[in-house]
């Protein structure tokens, strides 16, 4: 079986969020970086060449296929933030109405500028999935 392609790292997660070229995005990365630091407890860590992530969590898949995610995360993409959370959650799609403007993917939040939302939504809402998470995967890191 092929091995994850994104993998937990011993790169700086601060320093790549420092390199991020374009000032607004750069300090929009910093904001995002602190709130989800401060509410999972966690430190961040860079996972392959792009993702700050926070915890971790093992996954096993039906069929087969098993390996290790960070239980959230964001990435500085040149398009937008990505926010990897998990959805599923009670209340999950009334906490996103009140988010602001934003777009999704199978399992990004894709975010233009910390501006275009409510940053107090956005931390309810990665504390709601980081609650879904431990529920699903309980095994402390």
């Given amino acids: 079986m092929a091995e994850n392609k994104t993998a937990p790292t011993d790169a700086d997660a601060a320093a790549f969020i ?3 070229e374009d000032s ?3 300090e929009d990365a910093k904001q995002i970086a602190a709130i989800m630091q401060r509410v999972s407890g966690h430190p961040p860590r860079l996972w ?3 993702i ?3 915890g971790t ?3 096993r898949y039906a069929s087969g296929r098993e390996g290790d995610s960070p239980r959230v995360g964001f990435s500085p993409r040149k398009a937008a ?3 990897y ?3 599923g959650f009670p209340y999950h799609a009334e906490v996103m ?3 602001g403007s934003f777009t999704t993917g199978k399992a990004c939040l894709y975010i233009k500028r910390l501006s275009d939302i409510d940053v107090t939504v956005l931390e309810e809402l990665i504390r709601a999935s980081l609650a879904h998470m431990a529920e699903l995967y309980p095994a402390a890191d």
Avoid: M
Wanted: net charge positive.
């Fill in 57 to 59: 969590y093992h996954y």
């Fill in 24 to 26: 607004g995005k750069r």
């Fill in 48 to 50: 392959g060449p792009s």
């Fill in 81 to 83: 933030l990505t926010l």
């Fill in 85 to 87: 959370l998990t959805d």
């Fill in 18 to 20: 420092a390199s991020i």
């Fill in 52 to 54: 700050v992530g926070f």
């Fill in 97 to 99: 109405s009140r988010l």
